[in-house]
């Protein structure tokens, strides 16, 4: 498929996927589809078949169980994310970004926050891009504490080692 991609095959390559599709082996992998979205023409026909093809990723990724954090490489995740960004499909980045991050539970880094947040601003999707921002300083104040909460906690320490010397 790779190769077809390379020689400007896209939509032999992208038939050729179809049928990987349906055998037992095939696992969907954002990376792979972020390579379709890539090489995609920049076509009406093109557009659409990238949103379906989004359309067929997040099925497959049901079917299989959906996104389940620690198993998601957040990279291949973030890069699918940056492709359909990149192709304009704000709408097609939107839904992955919503089954991965607010419904699947996925827990992404701080660089999938801001390619979402800057591509949807990018794309005239400020209402989104809002939510990705209110998302992110969620995350952030789940990751990493407030500095005040860390100053009152070495104090906490420092009271309780120089009363128990």
């Keep these: 498929m790779a190769e077809l991609q390379r020689q400007g095959h896209w939509s032999l390559a992208l038939a050729a996927l179809h049928v990987a599709r349906a055998e037992p082996w095939y696992r969907p992998d954002p990376a792979f589809y972020a390579t379709f979205v890539s090489s995609s023409p920049v076509t009406e026909d093109g557009a659409a078949a990238v949103d379906a093809l989004v359309e067929a990723f997040l099925e497959e990724k049901e079917r299989g ?14 890069r699918l ?15 992955v970004y919503e089954a991965a991050v607010r419904m699947g539970g996925c827990e992404v880094d701080e660089y999938m926050y801001r ?15 809002a939510e990705v921002e209110a998302d992110f300083r969620e995350w952030e104040a789940r990751i990493s504490p407030p500095a005040r909460d860390v100053l009152d906690e070495m104090r906490a320490r420092g009271k309780s080692s120089t009363t128990a010397a």
């Design 65 to 78: 169980g959906g996104f389940v954090d620690g198993e998601e490489d957040v990279y291949k995740l973030t």
């Design 81 to 95: 994310v940056r492709a359909l960004v990149a192709k304009g499909r704000a709408r097609a980045a939107w839904r």
């Design 115 to 129: 390619v979402m947040a800057r591509g949807m601003k990018r794309l005239g999707f400020e209402a989104e891009a």
